[in-house]
């Protein structure tokens, strides 16, 4: 199929510009359409794929090109190529900067980070309509969300960086450092088994919180030189005071369907579901795949 647009497409080229052809130019691209045509009607397709070769090679010697042409073409290669990447970044991969330390030590203050956008399922860019769904979050995971709409979270950063605790529907609470889930004892009643962490987390405490104690997100300065965020080591940009909702020392809570509790690794200064309850599934954006440099080692681990 693709040889025979071809044969069509040298055939109208060559009539259009047939005055600024040579005779031989003009002999040896009829001759190089014959031969495609043969192998086509044959059938064979080892002489299909060099019959098209040599007869683009030929359109591209002998035709003339005007400056129009070229610049169309690099127009065309240069559009293609930004869509690829439009395309990549809102559905496949992207990448962000992280402002806080609420992740340390699994990911610090101005780390790069890219994620991992297709995993959840597909979604229509700049909304939160997803398209298809392919999977959800797993406990343990890190991952990207929108804190739109979340109660007491939408005056912070749009997009905020946690580890996913709680699933949905599960009775949870935090204890000497520790997430207990509440399973039935079989006897009507409920017990609290603790959730082992993986081997390969950190090793971390969460905290539990004091109704009047108060907490801050701190947010480092930065500066842009041509459109690049650059971050300074000169203190925090600003702090904003967080309040508490669930973590209080014996308080049991249950995270609704759909929704997810999540929790940052520095457990003693992050904003997290502690402060502003529980995130939909459908403000989480990504999971996190791995930090990144712009400079050798451009990998720099996973992030687990």
């Not at 069509?8 to 009539?15: E, G, P, S, T």
């Not at 007869?55 to 610049?71: S, W, Y």
């Not at 860019?125 to 804190?147: A, C, M, N, Q, Y």
């Not at 502003?276 to 720099?300: D, H, Q, T």
Request: net charge positive; charged share 30%; glycine share 8%.
């Amino acid at each position: 199929m693709k040889a025979k647009r071809l044969i069509k497409a040298a055939r109208i080229v060559l009539k259009k510009k047939e005055k600024q052809v040579s005779p031989q130019g003009k002999k040896e691209i009829e001759e190089r359409i014959a031969e495609l045509e043969r192998a086509v009607s044959r059938r064979a397709n080892k002489q299909v794929r060099k019959g098209a070769v040599a007869l683009r090679k030929a359109v591209a010697r002998h035709v003339p090109r005007t400056k129009l042409e070229v610049v169309g073409d690099w127009v065309y290669s240069l559009a293609t190529a930004v869509l690829i990447a439009l395309f990549i970044r809102h559905f496949v991969v992207d990448n962000f900067k992280i402002p806080t330390g609420s992740m340390i030590p699994t990911i610090s203050i101005g780390d790069k980070i890219l994620v991992n956008k297709f995993i959840y399922g597909l979604r229509i860019p700049f909304t939160g309509i997803r398209l298809i769904e392919i999977s959800k979050p797993k406990r343990w995971d890190v991952v990207v969300f929108s804190t739109r709409g979340i109660h007491d979270a939408s005056q912070y950063p749009s997009k905020f960086v946690k580890r996913v605790v709680g699933l949905p529907g599960e009775t949870l609470e935090i204890r000497d450092g520790k997430i207990f889930k509440y399973v039935p004892d079989g006897q009507g009643g409920q017990k609290a088994v603790p959730l082992n962490k993986p081997d390969y987390l950190p090793n971390f405490n969460y905290t539990n919180i004091e109704e009047e104690r108060p907490l801050e997100l701190r947010e480092y300065g930065h500066v842009k030189m041509f459109g690049i965020r650059l971050w300074k080591n000169g203190g925090p940009r600003k702090s904003t005071r967080g309040r508490w909702r669930h973590g209080m020392k014996g308080q049991r809570f249950t995270v609704p369907e759909g929704h997810y509790f999540v929790l940052g690794d520095n457990s003693g200064n992050s904003l997290d579901s502690r402060a502003w309850g529980f995130v939909p599934f459908e403000n989480i954006r990504a999971k996190v795949i791995c930090k990144w440099s712009f400079l050798p080692p451009w990998g720099r681990g996973l992030v687990r």
